[in-house]
């Protein structure tokens, strides 16, 4: 059923590539001349002509090659780009509204089709390696390289030297970048860090209460254990004085929302020991998989003692349910991307300005796979965890246009407001993104924009770093793992049973691909990790 059905699927898209190639017709296109710019330099921009639901907040067109001035110069007149992204609002907002604003100012005619997660990753990837692609621009999450770069076209040299580019952090031009060229164009910046409320442990009451409680000083946690013991002080108790109860952590649980990730940054610091290089998923020689060893299988042992410190509903808790929890007041504590720290610093937000972001939490030990003991020895990996990317179809047929695109969506000025609107998914990944003083323009106070700027910089010079798994058939592995912390959260396998059943499930995956062709991928992601 599940193979028919398959199938079907795979036929439809291609008949969609046909199609939508058919409509474009082939053959080379002719750019005509520059025509006037519609925008003087440094015109001020805003998007509430748009929608009533954009913020009042302006800011002034940067000068350069992207920006409204520049691109308003180019004349597409008469030619369609064709763009897929997620639903709105997460990315497919922004990539509607620049869109829009794009064939305002080139006079081109703009499609733009928003699927659901879910659906994406077929949708794009089936017409491409049918050699017929469906769409020029695609938005998805950068993780998906190893399946989607041989049908990628390098971003050319006059965009990568623009100063918004030359501004993109290392870590995510690295991201960025697939065997030596840049195939992805940078539109954001995720990675997991951890949240808590200020306001409660940093209150002196609390603080004493702690200490008597546990003979412990009540602190932003430095450790998973340490988090556990915050969390489970404080769930049940009412910190807010509303008469109902508060809880420790909110976390992304619910299986095939993400929870991947969430069990990936809990794993980060017991499996990247800092002297042994070569990988953490599998054994980059034998491509033997890792994922049932000591180091994950503790992380997931807490994660089943965390469900204790959960707001009711919290084991089965999407990715939303994650940002509201802790946005909007009910848990302490949480620790995913930039949704739930944002939503809580939202202007009419109960928490704005009570909070505050910190590494994700460490250990006090790391397993060595070389020795296969533990070594004791505090440790700290962050974990740049996928993010949206973009990139062009290789066989595009106006590739300026379609880089033009991403080079307007992208500008200083789109992406100055794009961060600031929590929705659009568009987290910080220039270094001009670190600068605290941008924040607070936006109503941050001092200690929260400086929290959180010098959390995300921090990251971008550790050399203990964990990035996602980037390899052909990633969606399965990561499936894989989503059902194996699923079923020990359910209490339906003790944690070494459903991780080595993951890592049997990881095997079939493998040998399916082919052990060459995804060792090959895996040396890229190792290589980011070793530095």
Same mark, same amino acid.
Request: charged share 25%.
């Given at each position: 059923?599940?193979?028919?059905? =398959?199938?079907?699927?795979?036929?439809?898209?291609?008949?969609?590539?046909?199609?939508?190639?058919?409509?474009?017709?082939?053959?080379?296109?002719?750019?005509?001349?520059?025509?006037?710019?519609?925008? !003087?330099?440094?015109?001020?921009?805003?998007?509430?002509?748009?929608?009533?639901?954009?913020?009042?907040?302006?800011?002034? +067109?940067?000068?350069?090659?992207?920006?409204?001035?520049?691109?308003?110069?180019?004349?597409?007149?008469?030619?369609?780009?064709?763009?897929?992204?997620?639903?709105?609002?997460?990315?497919?907002?922004?990539?509607?509204?620049?869109?829009?604003?794009?064939?305002?100012?080139?006079?081109?005619?703009?499609?733009?089709?928003?699927?659901?997660?879910?659906?994406?990753?077929?949708?794009?990837?089936?017409?491409?390696?049918?050699?017929?692609?469906?769409?020029?621009?695609?938005?998805y999450p950068s993780l998906w390289v190893g399946d989607m770069a041989p049908h990628l076209a390098p971003v050319p040299k006059k965009y990568l030297d623009t100063p918004g580019m030359k501004d993109v952090t290392k870590a995510y031009m690295d991201v960025a970048t697939w065997d030596g060229k840049v195939v992805q164009y940078p539109v954001d910046g995720d990675r997991h860090y951890l949240k808590?409320?200020?306001?409660?442990?940093?209150?002196?009451?609390?603080?004493?209460? =702690?200490?008597?409680?546990?003979? !412990?000083?009540?602190?932003?946690?430095?450790?998973?254990?340490?988090?556990?013991?915050?969390?489970?002080?404080?769930?049940? !108790?009412?910190?807010?004085?509303?008469?109902?109860?508060?809880?420790?952590?909110?976390?992304?649980?619910?299986?095939?929302?993400?929870?991947?990730?969430?069990?990936?940054?809990?794993?980060?610091?017991?499996? !990247?020991?800092?002297?042994?290089?070569?990988?953490?998923?599998?054994?980059?020689?034998?491509?033997?998989?890792?994922?049932?060893?000591?180091?994950?299988?503790?992380?997931?042992?807490?994660?089943?003692?965390?469900?204790?410190?959960?707001?009711?509903?919290?084991? @089965?808790?999407?990715?939303?349910?994650?940002?509201?929890?802790?946005?909007?007041?009910?848990?302490?504590?949480?620790?995913?991307?930039?949704?739930?720290?944002?939503?809580?610093?939202?202007?009419?937000?109960?928490?704005? @300005?009570?909070?505050?972001?910190?590494?994700?939490?460490?250990?006090?030990?790391?397993?060595?796979?070389?020795?296969?003991?533990?070594?004791?020895?505090?440790?700290?990996?962050?974990?740049?965890?996928?993010?949206?990317?973009?990139?062009?179809?290789?066989?595009?047929?106006?590739?300026?246009?379609?880089?033009?695109?991403?080079?307007?969506?992208?500008?200083?000025? @789109?992406?100055?407001?794009?961060?600031?609107?929590?929705?659009?998914?568009? @987290?910080?990944?220039?270094?001009?993104?670190? +600068?605290?003083?941008?924040?607070?323009?936006?109503?941050?106070?001092?200690?929260?924009?400086?929290?959180?700027?010098?959390?995300?910089?921090?990251?971008?010079?550790?050399?203990?770093?964990?990035?996602?798994?980037?390899?052909?058939?990633?969606?399965?592995?990561?499936?894989?793992?989503?059902?194996?912390?699923?079923?020990?959260?359910?209490?339906?396998?003790a944690p070494q049973r459903a991780l080595d059943d993951v890592a049997a499930e990881w095997e079939r995956i493998t040998d399916r691909i082919g052990k060459d062709k995804v060792r090959t991928a895996y040396r890229h992601v190792v290589a980011l990790e070793d530095n």
């Amino acid at each position: 059923m599940r193979n028919s059905s =398959y199938k079907g699927v795979v036929a439809a898209a291609i008949v969609v590539a046909l199609t939508a190639t058919a409509c474009t017709g082939q053959g080379p296109v002719e750019n005509k001349p520059d025509k006037p710019a519609l925008f !003087k330099p440094g015109s001020e921009i805003s998007y509430s002509k748009y929608s009533k639901s954009y913020p009042k907040t302006k800011v002034r +067109d940067v000068p350069g090659p992207c920006s409204y001035e520049s691109i308003s110069r180019k004349d597409y007149s008469g030619q369609t780009l064709k763009i897929i992204s997620h639903a709105i609002p997460v990315i497919g907002e922004p990539t509607q509204l620049h869109a829009e604003q794009f064939e305002e100012i080139t006079g081109a005619k703009v499609e733009v089709i928003n699927v659901p997660f879910g659906e994406l990753h077929q949708k794009i990837l089936t017409p491409l390696q049918a050699g017929q692609p469906a769409y020029d621009v695609m938005f998805y999450p950068s993780l998906w390289v190893g399946d989607m770069a041989p049908h990628l076209a390098p971003v050319p040299k006059k965009y990568l030297d623009t100063p918004g580019m030359k501004d993109v952090t290392k870590a995510y031009m690295d991201v960025a970048t697939w065997d030596g060229k840049v195939v992805q164009y940078p539109v954001d910046g995720d990675r997991h860090y951890l949240k808590v409320r200020t306001d409660v442990l940093g209150d002196p009451k609390r603080q004493a209460a =702690y200490k008597a409680a546990t003979g !412990k000083d009540l602190r932003t946690p430095r450790t998973w254990a340490e988090y556990q013991e915050v969390a489970a002080f404080f769930s049940g !108790k009412d910190v807010d004085g509303d008469g109902k109860p508060n809880f420790g952590s909110a976390e992304v649980t619910k299986r095939d929302d993400l929870t991947f990730s969430a069990f990936i940054s809990r794993a980060a610091p017991y499996v !990247k020991h800092p002297d042994v290089g070569g990988g953490l998923f599998f054994d980059l020689e034998t491509m033997e998989p890792l994922i049932n060893t000591p180091g994950f299988v503790r992380a997931l042992e807490d994660m089943v003692k965390a469900k204790s410190t959960w707001a009711p509903g919290g084991a @089965n808790f999407g990715l939303g349910d994650e940002i509201l929890s802790f946005g909007g007041g009910q848990s302490v504590m949480s620790y995913s991307w930039d949704d739930a720290f944002i939503q809580g610093q939202q202007p009419d937000g109960t928490i704005r @300005n009570k909070i505050g972001a910190a590494p994700l939490p460490g250990s006090d030990e790391a397993y060595n796979r070389t020795t296969k003991a533990w070594d004791k020895k505090p440790n700290q990996a962050p974990y740049f965890t996928w993010g949206w990317t973009s990139a062009v179809a290789k066989a595009a047929r106006n590739q300026d246009m379609a880089f033009d695109y991403l080079c307007f969506f992208s500008n200083e000025a @789109n992406t100055a407001l794009d961060l600031t609107i929590g929705r659009f998914g568009v @987290n910080p990944y220039r270094k001009a993104h670190f +600068d605290a003083k941008f924040w607070e323009r936006q109503g941050w106070e001092k200690d929260v924009a400086e929290s959180y700027v010098h959390t995300l910089s921090g990251m971008e010079s550790s050399t203990n770093r964990v990035f996602d798994l980037r390899v052909p058939g990633v969606n399965g592995y990561m499936s894989a793992l989503a059902n194996g912390v699923a079923a020990a959260l359910a209490g339906q396998q003790a944690p070494q049973r459903a991780l080595d059943d993951v890592a049997a499930e990881w095997e079939r995956i493998t040998d399916r691909i082919g052990k060459d062709k995804v060792r090959t991928a895996y040396r890229h992601v190792v290589a980011l990790e070793d530095n």
